[in-house]
Nanobody
Framework: QVQLVESGGGLVQAGGSLRLSCAAS????????MAWFRQAPGKEREFVAAINWNSVTTSYADSVKGRFTISRDSAKNTVYLQMHSLKPEDTAIYYCGVQKRAYFSGRYSRIDEYNYWGQGTQVTVSS
């Protein structure tokens, strides 16, 4: 059974940092793009960052560029999101996802390209 488990969320003051992790189990995802999305209360789930299957390409939402860094450790089947200079508007539940197609790099922000999701981890940034 495939599971994605996010961790590392919490409460932080504006300007602070957090590092999220998403550990996958049940199968290996080294051939798949992995990504982070987030959903704030009353809003739709939105793309945050993605890293392609061989870690050559990363993509970021404009709102997080220069502040967030996505990385992966394929040996550990884990993807990370390092977040710096956090703002109150970053408050959301953060989800990791895995794209449907192996060895595919693209369409990172399309939710329908992802077929595995974790349960999410809450990030709250206080002002």
């Amino acid at each position: 059974q495939v599971q994605l488990v996010e961790s590392g969320g919490g409460l932080v003051q504006a300007g602070g940092s957090l590092r999220l992790s998403c550990a996958a189990s049940g199968r290996t995802f080294s051939s798949y793009t992995m990504a982070w999305f987030r959903q704030a209360p009353g809003k739709e789930r939105e793309f945050v960052a993605a890293i392609n299957w061989n870690s050559v390409t990363t993509s970021y939402a404009d709102s997080v560029k220069g502040r967030f860094t996505i990385s992966r450790d394929s040996a550990k089947n884990t993807v990370y999101l390092q977040m710096h200079s956090l703002k109150p508007e970053d408050t959301a539940i953060y989800y990791c996802g895995v794209q449907k197609r192996a060895y595919f790099s693209g369409r990172y922000s399309r939710i329908d390209e992802y077929n595995y999701w974790g349960q999410g981890t809450q990030v709250t940034v206080s002002s």
